[in-house]
């Protein structure tokens, strides 16, 4: 069978290894509760109401796998996706590839969603996957930068530091996720291009660097990424509305 024959069929890869220090002490950032659920469970349930999205692979820390299994095990989730959960590495970049590696052949396409984004909405998650399906590699959901940004020479934590150039707000667009890519495109990123440290927390700008073009469709307000105690507030009150208006 063809590429041009072959059916589509879509993956979304959660790396939820992560510690997420910057909310402070306690549960791994993925596991914290919003409206007394994980985020995980929301990001979950986030990626699986596309009905595109045939399967979820979740990558849980190194040791923490059956730990995970038993949460997903103990809220509903929707009975026609299938959920996956394997071991990740110890950088983001290892676990996204541990979680391509668990991925069935037929998979054609495929999601990286951050765990601590639980509340982005279907349409931004099928938006993402229908440019995928139309032809684009590479696809990233983001928004315009409300503030003006400076490039800066970074100095000691504390101290001022100088002002090296003030970019065009109008070029600039602050990235969400679910980003979108074709499989192919994206396990040979994975293969090729090397990062070192923490490795990349944007899979975007590893197919960049294979110079593959990546393109941008509108993301929106509602998939921030949880990461400091005032996002959690935010998401909580965004939680308690959506349940109101009988939307969530």
Do not use: C, W
Not at 104 to 127: C, F, K, N
Not at 213 to 231: M, S
Request: proline content about 10%; glycine content about 8%; hydrophobic content about 45%.
């Amino acid at each position: 069978m063809s590429d041009e024959t072959r059916p589509h069929r879509t993956a979304a890869v959660i790396p939820a290894a992560g510690r997420g220090v910057r909310l402070g002490p306690g549960a791994p950032k993925a596991l914290r509760a919003l409206g007394g659920t994980p985020m995980l469970i929301h990001a979950v349930r986030a990626m699986a109401r596309s009905r595109a999205v045939s399967l979820v692979v979740v990558v849980a820390p190194p040791d923490g796998a059956d730990g995970v299994r038993l949460l997903l095990n103990e809220h509903a989730l929707p009975d026609r996706t299938e959920i996956v959960v394997v071991p990740g590495g110890q950088t983001r970049q290892q676990s996204v590839r541990a979680g391509l590696d668990a991925l069935p052949p037929d998979i054609t396409s495929v999601l990286i969603h951050d765990a601590a984004r639980p509340l982005v909405p279907v349409d931004t998650v099928d938006s993402v996957i229908e440019a995928v399906r139309d032809g684009a590699p590479a696809v990233v959901p983001a928004l315009p930068l409300a503030d003006t940004v400076k490039e800066v020479e970074p100095g000691k934590p504390g101290e001022p530091e100088p002002v090296v150039a003030t970019p065009e707000r109008a070029r600039l667009r602050a990235v969400q996720t679910p980003q979108g890519f074709d499989r192919a495109t994206l396990v040979r990123a994975h293969d090729e291009i090397a990062v070192a440290g923490e490795g990349a927390t944007d899979d975007a700008g590893m197919v960049e660097r294979l110079g593959v073009t990546v393109v941008v469709v509108p993301g929106h307000e509602e998939a921030f990424k949880v990461t400091r105690p005032l996002d959690l507030v935010l998401a909580e009150a965004v939680l308690a509305r959506r349940r109101a208006t009988d939307a969530y």
